[in-house]
């Protein structure tokens, strides 16, 4: 069972304009969430993340909410630019092995930014 | 780059053969880890090593064998794979434990194709 989901598996979005990308969990044990980045051929970077004990996060162009009830987080991008095109991937922790962190990731939306 | 490097980039291996994947870091890191990224679907964690003691081993078959020989190297010996062990495979690193430490580091991963 996938704890963490993206339902949608693309976006596509006008240079300049918003991006919203959305991703839902089912464990609320998870108390940290995170938004990696990935491009072609290298692996994920690290965007922003965000505890639990807050409802909104930003840095710059990029914004995640989380909604606890609702068990929801979103990362906002504004304005959008065409370097944004990429995977990106969301991630939940919560689950400490031992002193390392277990993430568990969504499967990534494909966000394409046209100009 | 970030800091962890894997080789090689690409790995092309008939089912019969023996081949390993090799990681390392010289951050600092105390836990490492391995993932698995396949087509549309989430990154897998498989294996998580903390302090080079392997603490997590998801129900990952014995055809793949981790080796840890020290906390900067991290190594993925692969044998008699099957076709659909296929995949981007991808190094983390992280240190300690705690929210500010959830950021893993991936390395560029090594896109392994089985024939």
């Known amino acids: 069972d996938q704890q963490v989901k993206q339902n949608s598996p693309s976006l596509s979005v006008q240079e300049g304009r918003i991006s919203i990308l959305n991703c839902d969990y089912t464990n609320s044990m998870f108390d940290y969430f995170l938004w990696y980045k990935k491009y072609p051929a290298e692996g994920p970077t690290f965007l922003i993340s965000i505890s639990s004990i807050k409802d909104k996060n930003e840095d710059g162009r990029f914004t995640v909410f989380l909604n606890k009830s609702a068990k929801h987080l979103s990362l906002h991008i504004v304005p959008s630019q065409p370097g944004d095109s990429a995977v990106y991937f969301c991630?939940?922790?919560?689950?400490?092995?031992?002193?390392?962190?277990?993430?568990?990731f969504g499967q990534g939306t494909r966000l394409t930014i046209n100009p | 780059e970030t800091g962890v490097t894997q080789t090689p980039r690409h790995l092309v291996m008939g089912m019969t053969n023996k081949k390993s994947l090799k990681c390392e870091q010289h951050l600092g890191h105390n836990a490492m880890y391995w993932y698995k990224q396949s087509a549309k679907k989430p990154l897998e964690l498989m294996f998580v090593?903390?302090?080079?003691?392997?603490?997590e081993n998801n129900s990952v078959p014995s055809r793949f064998s981790p080796e840890c020989p020290n906390s900067s190297h991290l190594f993925l010996h692969l044998h008699t794979l099957q076709p659909e062990d296929s995949a981007l495979y991808l190094c983390?690193?992280?240190?300690?434990?705690?929210?500010?430490?959830?950021?893993?580091?991936f390395g560029s991963g090594t896109q392994l194709s089985v024939l």
């Open positions: 991630a939940a922790s919560g689950v400490e092995i031992q002193g390392a962190q277990k993430l568990v």
């Open positions: 983390a690193s992280s240190y300690d434990r705690g929210p500010t430490n959830e950021k893993l580091l």
């Open positions: 090593y903390n302090f080079k003691e392997q603490t």
